[in-house]
């Protein structure tokens, strides 16, 4: 079983940044992938980014390209999401999934098996 904690979350003003740690523990991830989602109120859950934990490749939404990076620190078991010029749009729950297995269609929920509680993200105009 994998456990995964995210933190980082809070309420900042429109082009502000923050940074989302997510932390694994438990059965470590030693391949796979780690993603990031979102949720914001009366809507789905949508895909924000993700990396592979091996080779590092990552994929992003188009919503977000250019202005959030995702990057992992392997010796702290811990994959990062920089969230820079944050917009009223990017306000949700921030949502941290594993899997170990990397699919084709890292972009749907239903591919990891591991999330974390959650964190909050605010963004006022």
């Known amino acids: 079983q994998v456990q995964l904690v995210e933190s980082g979350g809070g309420l900042v003003q429109a082009g502000d940044s923050l940074r989302l740690s997510c932390t694994t523990s438990?059965?470590?991830?030693?391949?796979?992938?780690v993603g990031w989602f979102r949720q914001a109120p009366g809507k789905e859950r949508e895909f924000v980014a993700a990396?592979?934990?091996?080779?590092?490749?990552?994929y992003y939404a188009d919503s977000v390209k250019d202005r959030f990076t995702i990057f992992r620190d392997n010796a702290k078991n811990t994959v990062y999401l920089q969230m820079n010029n944050l917009k009223p749009e990017d306000t949700a729950v921030y949502y941290c999934?594993?899997?170990?297995?990397?699919?084709?269609?890292?972009?749907?929920?239903?591919?990891?098996?591991?999330w974390g509680q959650g964190t909050q993200v605010t963004v006022s105009s």
């Open positions: 999934a594993a899997d170990r297995v990397i699919s084709t269609m890292n972009w749907l929920p239903t591919k990891y098996h591991y």
């Open positions: 990396i592979t934990w091996i080779a590092g490749n990552t």
């Open positions: 438990g059965r470590t991830l030693s391949s796979g992938i």
